[in-house]
Structures are given as C-alpha cells and as structure tokens.
C-alpha cells in the first residue's frame, strides 16, 4: 500500500484525515424551526447564525414555505440587499442544502420583493475545524451531543496515528 501511495499521497490522506475529525460534520437548519422564511424581524437570522461557529464540512438546509429564493451573494450585494439573477429557486416546501465546502465569509439573501431589507438574509464565517480547534478560545457548540473541544482534539490525535499506520506503513 505505501509503495503505491508514496510520500505525499500517504501525508496527504493523513492531513485529510486530521482535518475531519477534528469536528464532526453538521447541519445546520437555517432559522431553526421557522425556517427561511420572512422573518418577524430584521435581526432573526443575524441572531441565529451570531450564536453558531461553522466550519469547513458543514452544511446549511434551506426549508421554506411560499415565495422564497437563497441567493449566495458577495458582502456589497448583502449590504445593498442587491436584486441579484443567479439565485437557487423552489416552489412552497423546497428543502435546499448548500454545502460549505471552503473556509471564509459567506453572505446568503433572499431577493424576493423586501424580503432582504425585512431580515431575509445572513452571514457567517466558516472555519477550518483544526485552526479553529487550537484557538485558545473554546467554540460554543451548537448541540449537546457535539465533541468538546478536548475530546476533538484527542480524537483527531488518534486517527491521525490510526490512518497513518493502515495507509503510510
Ligand atoms: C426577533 O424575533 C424573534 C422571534 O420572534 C425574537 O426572539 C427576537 O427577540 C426578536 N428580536 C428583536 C430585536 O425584536
Ligand atoms: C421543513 O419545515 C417544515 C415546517 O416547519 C417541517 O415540518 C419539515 O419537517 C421541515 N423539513 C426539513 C427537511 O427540515
Ligand atoms: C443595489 O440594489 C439595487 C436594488 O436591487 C440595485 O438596483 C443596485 O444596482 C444595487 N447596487 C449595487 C452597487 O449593487
């Protein structure tokens, strides 16, 4: 098996291995039981992404009910609530799951009517899992069942051995 995979393929599916284990991949239901919808007011879904951490892996799912669209939009078009035209549409009861594949700042709006200005719209930073589970800061978890932050680390120390000796030797 090493001889095939060599050097780099071996450090490769080792740093792959190292990455998602540190954090358990999550979905995310955006508005939680509301949905994504219009909301009652216009910080709903600020406030329910501020009290999440994402990270690389993790996924959000859009359930909406009526005339509702997401569009994944750059932070000028999020400030401007700017009637973009590459937009992922559905009718009433679309279940839509975007997949948060790199780190960094994404912004999600609705361009339907004033959906935008009403509140219809979010932002968040995704994160690398191992960068993030180093940080002196420890994440808040989203659900009770998450890994702490010790057990992430522990864990991911040990695969990483795990892989390493079926893959690398
Ligand atoms: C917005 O609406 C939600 C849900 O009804 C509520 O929990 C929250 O306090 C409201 N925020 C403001 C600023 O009114
Ligand atoms: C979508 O939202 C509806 C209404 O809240 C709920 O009944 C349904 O279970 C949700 N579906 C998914 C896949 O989250
Ligand atoms: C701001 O949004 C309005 C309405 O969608 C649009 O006409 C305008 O072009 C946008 N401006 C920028 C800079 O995106």
Request: charged residues 10%; contains cysteine; negative net charge.
């Amino acid at each position: 098996m090493a001889k095939h995979l060599g050097f780099i393929g071996c450090s490769i599916i080792v740093a792959l291995s190292l990455l998602f284990s540190a954090t358990e991949a999550r979905q995310y239901h955006v508005g939680d039981s509301f949905g994504w919808n219009t909301p009652p007011n216009q910080t709903f879904y600020s406030d329910w992404a501020s009290s999440k951490t994402f990270f690389v892996g993790d996924s959000l799912v859009f359930n909406w009910t009526g005339n509702q669209n997401v569009a994944d939009v750059t932070m000028a078009e999020y400030n401007n609530c700017t009637d973009v035209t590459s937009v992922f549409t559905g009718p009433s009861g679309t279940v839509f799951t975007i997949n948060l594949l790199n780190p960094g700042r994404r912004y999600f709006i609705c361009t339907v009517d004033d959906h935008c200005e009403r509140g219809q719209k979010f932002s968040i930073n995704v994160e690398w899992p191992i960068s993030s589970g180093l940080s002196p800061s420890a994440q808040p978890t989203p659900f009770s069942s998450a890994p702490t932050l010790s057990y992430g680390i522990l864990s991911a120390f040990l695969s990483i051995i795990a892989v390493y000796f079926f893959t690398c030797v």
